[in-house]
């Protein structure tokens, strides 16, 4: 028997079939968009409740209290300390999630499918019936604290920042961390939480999903029961447009004294989740850096043997958010890897990904797509994204026909729109001593240096 040849990749097996699971949708008298996706293939269940209560509605004096607020949902309700609460939950063996992100709050459960609803019943008290004792607030609020000094600390976090801040305006909340502030999470107060429930935590505009081994005329029956004294509309929303800080091209170098290697942010304000040619821009990007065999990841890592791995990364959210490509090289090779980074953005935008690398691609995202959706807790977030972003009903059942629709020409024309190699804002933070002078021959735009 002959042994295989390594050098030649095998080739590529025929795409199997998936089909995405039956989503069954009604809106409730409180305007609460309820989904229910049947998944029979386990007793369990999973709901995602999403209230469009998010970081993007709040000034930065609040900035962090929809983070905070999500997190002091678990302390305890007016009918349960924290810790009968977590009792509550462990007795019908659920697990609890509660999250704040720049979209909403989500607060996500799972259980069997025969404690659906016990889990409504628990969901229906951090909900309707927060109580935000004091002692929890307390160590929410420390944790988050501790959190946002340690990002400041930590180079890779420092150079996230410190691009996002570069990337947007300083009126766009986009441009700071979706913790808030020390200054603004450290003024929060049990009250402000209070007022932020009663203002914001309201069902229209927001989404109930339940995916699991459920009925959906039952699970739409128990909603109603457990949530039907819900009603209202948010008072706040999120009303801004995601300018940018700069459209010229810089450079800024954090110093840290005594680093051996450089954390590298490469990007600029990207595209929201609504354009017309999210499928083209999501493929050109797999081709820059969002896979394994990118051309980033192919010239930084194989080729120069500069990093472990570089990936670049559109983070689409309901306005345009950042899109940055992201490595940690050594002093050394800051320069060069930097160099490296902006050729490649200028080739894609120029030149556009080739048909081979528009078919890998496309192949490879069809193909990953089912494997991201093997549990009811995956399937319930992505029927989620459905009401996040207001996608079509049929969007994940389309989804790997429009995923390989893609031709070269669209993905090109995609990558000339959205990725803009002028427009770049270049963040490394590492030792200015050792990397900065080879910064400034690249000639790529003023080098700024700032203290870490």
């Not at 004792?133 to 400041?152: G, M």
């Not at 996040?388 to 790997?400: A, K, Q, S, W």
């Amino acid at each position: 028997m002959s042994a295989p040849d390594r050098t030649v990749a095998p080739p590529g097996g025929t795409l199997r079939p998936f089909d995405f699971p039956s989503v069954v949708r009604c809106t409730l008298p409180s305007g609460l968009d309820l989904r229910v996706a049947e998944v029979r293939r386990l007793p369990m269940v999973a709901l995602n409740l999403f209230i469009r209560a998010g970081e993007a509605a709040l000034g930065e004096e609040r900035a962090g209290l929809a983070v905070l607020t999500a997190d002091a949902l678990e302390g305890g309700t007016k009918k349960r300390s924290g810790s009968d609460l977590a009792e509550a939950v462990e007795r019908i063996g659920a697990r609890i999630s509660t999250h704040g992100g720049w979209e909403g709050t989500t607060i996500g459960l799972s259980c069997l499918a025969e404690r659906l609803p016990e889990a409504l019943t628990i969901l229906s008290e951090l909900l309707l019936d927060p109580a935000f004792p004091e002692d929890e607030v307390a160590r929410v609020r420390d944790q988050q604290l501790a959190t946002i000094r340690q990002r400041a600390m930590n180079p890779g976090s420092l150079a996230t920042d410190t691009a996002r801040a570069r990337y947007f305006d300083p009126s766009v909340p986009y441009a700071r961390s979706v913790d808030g502030s020390v200054a603004s999470v450290g003024a929060a107060t049990v009250a402000a939480m209070r007022g932020w429930v009663e203002a914001a935590f309201r069902p229209e505009n927001g989404g109930l999903v339940v995916a699991g081994d459920v009925d959906p005329a039952e699970v739409e029956s128990m909603v109603r029961e457990h949530l039907g004294r819900w009603t209202g509309v948010p008072a706040v929303r999120a009303d801004f447009t995601a300018e940018p800080a700069s459209r010229e091209r810089s450079v800024v170098l954090v110093h840290r004294p005594g680093a051996v290697q450089s954390e590298l942010r490469v990007g600029h304000v990207g595209a929201p989740r609504s354009i017309p040619d999210y499928y083209p821009l999501s493929i050109a990007n797999m081709v820059l850096g969002g896979m394994f065999t990118s051309r980033l990841n192919l010239n930084l890592r194989e080729k120069n043997g500069f990093t472990y791995g570089v990936r670049s990364r559109f983070a689409f959210r309901s306005q345009a958010g950042p899109f940055q490509v992201s490595t940690a090289v050594g002093n050394d090779v800051t320069a060069p890897a930097v160099r490296e980074i902006v050729r490649e953005l200028e080739g894609i935008a120029t030149d556009g990904p080739t048909e081979d690398e528009v078919a890998a691609a496309r192949d490879y995202a069809a193909g990953v797509f089912g494997l991201h959706l093997q549990t009811t807790s995956q399937i319930a977030d992505r029927v989620g994204q459905l009401v996040v972003f207001g996608l079509p009903d049929d969007h994940f059942d389309r989804y790997r026909d429009d995923v390989r629709s893609v031709t070269r020409a669209q993905a090109a024309e995609s990558a000339a729109r959205w990725i803009r190699p002028a427009e770049a804002q270049i963040v490394v933070v590492g030792d200015a001593e050792v990397v900065a002078d080879p910064l400034r021959a690249l000639e790529l735009g003023p080098v700024e240096v700032e203290e870490g």
